[in-house]
Nanobody
Framework: QVQLVESGGGLVQAGGSLRLSCAVT????????MGWYRQAPGKQRELVAD???????YYVDSVKGRFTISRDNAMNTVYLQVNSLKPEDKGNYLC?????????WGRGTQVTVSS
């Protein structure tokens, strides 16, 4: 059974950094897109960053220049380096991967930013 295990969240001061990781386990299929979504209280879930199998990347405007997504295909892992954190970046960061047109979700890792 495919599982996504996120880690790396925590409490940081504004301006701080974190590195989020998401490892995909029990998968023998090729992973296509890998992405990070953010769910903040009272807000819709939004796509923060995405990276394709050809390493094309997408970032929502609010994080451009501060967040960097990368992947390690040998380890079936996707990373999100988050720098210059702002209070509005807080939320539960969920990993999503696509394999053969099926999307899989992790449970998320919480990011809290103090001002």
């Amino acid at each position: 059974q495919v599982q996504l295990v996120e880690s790396g969240g925590g409490l940081v001061q504004a301006g701080g950094s974190l590195r989020l990781s998401c490892a995909v386990t029990e998968s023998e299929l090729r992973i296509d897109d890998m992405g990070w979504y953010r769910q903040a209280p009272g807000k819709q879930r939004e796509l923060v960053a995405d990276i394709s199998s050809s390493l094309s990347t997408y970032y929502v405007d609010s994080v451009k220049g501060r967040f960097t997504i990368s992947r390690d295909n040998a380890m079936n892992t996707v990373y999100l380096q988050v720098n210059s954190l702002k209070p509005e970046d807080k939320g539960n960061y969920l990993c999503n991967v696509q394999m053969r047109n099926v999307h899989y979700w992790g449970r998320g890792t919480q990011v809290t930013v103090s001002s």
